[in-house]
């Protein structure tokens, strides 16, 4: 028999030896990740937090991401077509022990008010199979999904109240919001002119310029004890190239010092990734763990100048240098690039969805200077080319 | 050389001819342009325009008897007639000499077992109900996405048009007319006027089922049918849009078929292990309330989701509390 | 000095300014900016003429799907008929069959062009209708809210034709056959919308039967074949068409290699997925075929990657590494069958990995390392059909 040899072989190794088949004991990591607090909470958690969003979640994927030293995990209800907190779930049931080590946090899209959140935290504690969220989010505000109203939401008294009764109820500790809306700057200012919404997750490049209305929005919320939490930090940087001689003698890899460049901000708590696979899982975390103090303003510029170089086609990072051009244009540039971000650098087929959920108005570049706009940008976005690819992908 | 020009006057005449030609071309080109201008041409059927209105159908409230019912059996003549009795009976909404015009839900060439249209026991139920009333005509009419005599041939609805002798209305190119809706987005829209042309009480009937652009279409979605056009735009708004059909039409009654229910990949579903057999048929004044509890108890799923239910409710059109209503609950 | 009459330059009278010559430039541009304004009003008449009242201007490509009439759809006017329209469609490649065998198999033919008709020759069916053709700008006039999906797959296009079943009283069997830019997005597709409770088809690898229809994938086509009823003589045509149709359009696995070497036995179809990169999280892991089987009462991953040889050979090293990392246990395991082979241990779960001629594969995430042992062994040894 061709295989007996083998069969012999693998049989050997497969002679019952009841202490090699049994699991080794929960592996051993290398320490919690350094943490930073959270606003006024006080409470301290990792500096690098992951996101539940990609392809190669699942409890195993989390094993890794806790032996790594990550202790917050972000999901949300619509995360890989509900899965997501359902991995969560899974996870905690095998390691109960861990949640309270563990930063939690979901996201739900209250459509019709604040309210709904008293009733949508139920169903989020069920899939994430937990008794309590440390941090709950109305998820992506924005006027195009949750109407002009929602500019108000973060001073409403309506939102104070749930927030509050979400809180006593002890079955979330934090409450706020998630933004990568063009109006971002408004919801900031909202939320530090309200003082009560715990946490904000929100789009945020580490290049805008000092004393702008995004680091004023910023300085309010972070004043009035308010936690924020980067995401899309990664944004333009697929192309960047892996190594720089500058970033080569601070030990860094050019990924890595764009992380670096974020946590220069003490304002910013902790940066959601998403996080691939296991090689960016290693990269970022030994990031985190490397940080000691701020990048240079050089360092600083210096990235920034190479993310230019590097993107021909440059996406827009939604920076607020061309609000002024928003307040005249309904071109809604920074959706468009989005979408076309999603569809090019994550492979993500609904970009189209997005795309396409634009009221047409929105998307009609006819009439706008996207050369001129080009020239003013501080990217030098590719406007032109972007719209004319958002065309071609999705219309 | 001759001077290229040379001075000479002008006559006060010669000006004044000249001057009046000038303002009579400018002023023609004024009047031409301002004939041929259509100033609500550039978004037809989304500002104001007069059309036809469309009557409401619907009855005075009964005080003394619901307003909705909910029957569950496994055949569709029994449990319809049990829905109907809890209702107090189909002579409460049809009487002698009634022109009735029933819309179902054809909009695709699908067999009926997959559920994606309406079911022609579900038919022959409702309309042997009608002449059994005292109807004197049956109308039945609906402007598919698919080819309509396809449609209606392969969700076996022409079979019982033949066999019950209902007039069968194909929508034709002049059968249409624009109606005046003044809804949220829709303001105006070519509709299906032919079937309306004699009908005195109007019955939907709709299966129940998933969509996979707004949720689901039950019997609010139903209506689409009964418009014109280009409709494929519709879904850049659907919500708005279907709770815009609530406004529109103010049926005699409306009947959702929940016998059995395409669960998932509606519209069109496609396969029978998307189907479920839920039993149950919801006949109702409100569409809003027959929606409601169709899509929490057929479908079983989260309300809160179906954002034009809560547009329809907020509009006044409707009611999705559909246990604060008169409802009786039968077997079949 | 005083301005003196002789000084003073005469004043200008416009009114008496009469221009008896025209310069030729001048004229021929007059000539042209009125014919300008006379093609201009014309056209402007032309496209009043042509309006769509129902054009929402604002929204043109929302209107994408109904800018351009579907071929074969009959319109929306009762009877009209293919013929009265002009539209004659000839035969191509057919293939004559009875019902109760499937015929010769037709010489390869290509994937249906534009335009070309839904044609078979089988014993007890005859077309309802016209084939119907649909492109990606059409697709939701067909299939309504399901188009974003197939869209998301790069969907090409959709021909569909009705075939009436000769002797049921009005049952019938439609057949569409949506057409992907590439084996892997059919593949895509077709999974996507896969019923778990389907029956396995013994002639598609890529396919199974439902109650009422019979759904594959064959090369860059997903093909779906839905019965009117369940009555015997609908189904088994059905079935016939199906073998028919699977017959002729042309094989094609490019980039599904590894789809090809997950076995058939213990499968359970609704698991089998694919990932074109960062499989479970790693990096080395491309386009990856995945399923889980169901071996001697335990449901074990299994996953399969078809590389270049050193490629499969650097993945597995690598896997093998990260193993050995936070606590993993490995196990290296003798080489069997050409192949080999390492065992290893994370967190509780078990994985035994295996390479073999540009083959990476094996069991992850199992609870039992003994029946992932053994079913990899048997995989290799060509037991696991």
């Given amino acids: ?395 | 050389m001759k001077p290229e020009n040379e001075n000479s006057g002008v006559s006060r005449r010669e000006f004044i001819r000249r001057a009046g030609a000038t303002g009579a071309l400018i002023a023609g080109a004024a009047a031409a342009g301002y004939v041929l201008w259509q100033p609500k041409h550039f978004v037809p059927g989304f500002e104001a325009q007069k059309g036809l209105s469309l009557k409401s159908y619907a009855l005075e409230p009964a005080k003394l008897l619901p307003t909705m019912a909910i029957a569950h059996g496994a055949e569709h003549d029994k449990t319809i007639r049990a829905a109907l009795g809890a209702l107090g009976g189909m002579g409460r909404f049809i009487k002698n000499g009634d022109v009735v015009m029933i819309k179902p839900n054809v909009a695709f060439d699908r067999p009926p077992a997959l559920a994606a249209t309406t079911h022609p026991e579900a038919l022959r139920a409702v309309a042997k109900l009608c002449f059994e009333a005292g109807a004197a005509k049956v109308v039945i009419a609906d402007n598919p996405i698919n080819s309509p005599t396809g449609c209606f041939l392969k969700s076996g609805l022409t079979a019982v048009a033949d066999e019950l002798n209902l007039d069968l209305l194909y929508p034709e190119a002049n059968a249409f007319a624009p109606l005046e809706i003044n809804g949220e987005i829709l303001r105006h829209w070519t509709f299906f006027k032919s079937p309306f042309k004699r009908a005195t009480k109007v019955i939907g009937l709709a299966p129940c089922k998933d969509h996979n652009l707004c949720h689901s279409s039950m019997t609010m979605k139903n209506w689409y049918g009964l418009l014109g056009g280009r409709r494929n735009q519709f879904h850049q708004h659907i919500h708005s849009i279907v709770s815009d059909f609530a406004l529109m039409m103010k049926p005699t009654l409306v009947i959702l078929d929940g016998i059995n229910v395409l669960m998932h990949n509606g519209p069109t579903g496609g396969r029978l292990s998307d189907v479920k057999p839920m039993n149950t048929i919801v006949a109702g004044t409100d569409m809003v309330a027959v929606d409601s509890y169709g899509y929490a108890n057929l479908l079983e799923r989260d309300l809160a989701e179906l954002t034009y239910i809560h547009k329809a409710h907020d509009r006044g059109l409707g009611n999705k509390n559909w246990k604060d209503a008169f409802y009786k609950e039968v077997p079949a | 000095m005083a301005a003196t009459a002789e000084n003073k330059t005469p004043p200008r009278n416009r009114s008496q300014f009469i221009r008896t010559h025209i310069p030729r430039t001048e004229q021929f541009a007059a000539m042209l900016c009125i014919l300008l304004l006379a093609g201009i009003g014309l056209v402007i008449w032309q496209k009043g003429k042509n309006f769509d009242p129902h054009l929402y201007a604002l929204h043109p490509d929302a209107l994408k799907s109904t800018a351009e009439a579907v071929a074969g759809k009959t319109a929306t006017i009762r009877g009209e008929a293919a013929q009265a329209r002009g539209v004659v469609q000839t035969a191509t490649t057919a293939t004559t069959t009875t019902l109760d065998g499937y015929g010769e198999a037709s010489a390869a033919a290509k994937p249906a062009a534009k335009g070309e008709p839904l044609l078979m020759t089988l014993a007890g069916i005859k077309p309802m209708g016209d084939t119907e053709f649909y492109n990606a700008d059409t697709l939701y006039e067909k299939i309504n809210g399901r188009a974003p999906a197939y869209l998301g797959f790069n969907f090409q296009s959709l021909r569909c034709r009705a075939f009436e079943v000769v002797g049921t009283g009005g049952s019938y069997v439609d057949v569409y056959e949506y057409y992907f830019d590439t084996p892997v997005n059919a593949f895509g597709m077709f999974a996507l919308e896969r019923d778990p409770q389907g029956a396995a088809l013994d002639f598609a690898p890529d396919g199974y039967s439902g109650a009422m229809g019979y759904f594959f994938r064959q090369g860059a086509v997903y093909v779906q074949i839905i019965a009117s009823d369940m009555k015997e003589k609908t189904i088994a045509t059905a079935k016939s068409i199906a073998h028919v149709r699977a017959k002729a359009l042309p094989a094609d696995d490019t980039g599904l290699a590894a789809r090809r070497r997950l076995p058939a036995t213990g499968l359970d179809p609704a698991s089998v997925q694919f990932t074109a990169e960062n499989a479970l999280g790693q990096e080395f892991l491309k386009n990856v075929f995945q399923a889980t089987y169901n071996f001697g009462g335990k449901k074990l991953p299994f996953l399969v990657m078809v590389a270049a040889p050193d490629e499969a050979v650097a993945a597995w090293k690598a896997w093998s590494e990260f193993s050995g990392k936070f606590g993993g246990t490995i196990t290296p395991l003798p080489d069997a069958g050409g192949a080999k082979i390492f065992q290893a241990e994370n967190s509780g779960s078990w994985r035994v990995i295996f390479v073999r001629d540009g083959t990476l594969g094996g069991v992850f995430d199992a609870p039992d390392a003994a029946k992932a042992r053994e079913f990899v062994q048997q995989y290799l040894e060509g037991k696991i059909p």
Wanted: proline share 5%; hydrophobic share 40%; aromatic share 8%.
């Fill in chain 1, 1 to 395: 028999m061709a295989f007996a040899g083998t069969s012999a072989a693998l049989a050997r190794v497969a002679a019952p030896q009841p202490a090699a088949e049994k699991p080794a004991p929960a592996p051993s990591s290398t320490g919690p990740l350094p943490t930073r607090k959270l606003g006024k909470s006080g409470r301290a958690v990792s500096m690098l937090n992951m996101g539940g969003m990609m392809a190669a979640m699942s409890p195993q994927y989390l094993d890794t991401a806790w032996a790594m030293g990550i202790r917050y995990f972000d999901t949300a209800d619509c995360y890989i077509g509900g899965k997501s907190e359902k991995i969560v779930g899974e996870w905690l049931a095998k390691y109960p022990e861990r949640r309270k080590e563990l930063f939690l946090t979901s996201k739900d899209h209250p459509k019709h008010g604040p309210k709904q959140l008293l009733e949508m935290i139920d169903r989020r504690l069920e899939a994430c199979g937990t008794e309590y969220l440390d941090a709950f989010y109305i998820h992506g505000i924005g006027p195009k999904g949750y109407g002009e109203d929602s500019l108000n939401w973060p001073k409403s008294d309506e939102f104070k109240r749930v927030a509050d009764q979400l809180k006593s109820s002890g079955k979330v500790k934090m409450v706020g919001f998630s933004c990568h809306d063009g109006r971002l700057n408004d919801y900031l200012a909202a939320a530090a002119e309200g003082g009560f919404v715990d946490i904000i997750m929100l789009q945020y490049r580490p290049f805008f310029k000092k004393g702008d209305a995004f680091d004023q929005a910023l300085s309010a919320c972070h004043d009035k004890g308010i936690a924020l939490v980067a995401m899309k930090t990664m944004r333009n940087t697929k192309d960047l190239p892996a190594r720089l001689p500058e970033f080569d003698k601070l030990g860094l890899t050019t990924h890595q010092a764009v992380l670096h460049a974020v946590w220069s901000d003490p304002r910013i708590s902790s940066i959601c990734n998403m996080i691939d696979n296991v090689v960016m899982m290693e990269t970022s975390t030994a990031a985190a763990r490397s940080y000691k103090k701020a990048l240079t303003t050089a360092h600083r510029e210096l990235l920034q100048q190479t993310i230019l170089a590097s993107n021909r086609h440059m996406f827009c990072p939604g920076c607020p240098a061309c609000d002024s051009f928003g307040a005249g244009s309904a071109l809604a540039l920074k959706d468009i690039s989005r979408a076309v971000t999603y569809y090019e650098q994550d492979g993500d087929l609904s970009a189209r969805e997005l795309y396409q959920s634009l009221p047409a108005l929105d998307r009609d570049a006819s009439g706008v200077d996207l050369a001129a706009l080009r020239e003013r940008c501080d990217y030098h976005v590719d406007y032109a080319s972007l719209v004319q690819r958002a065309e071609r992908y999705f219309a």
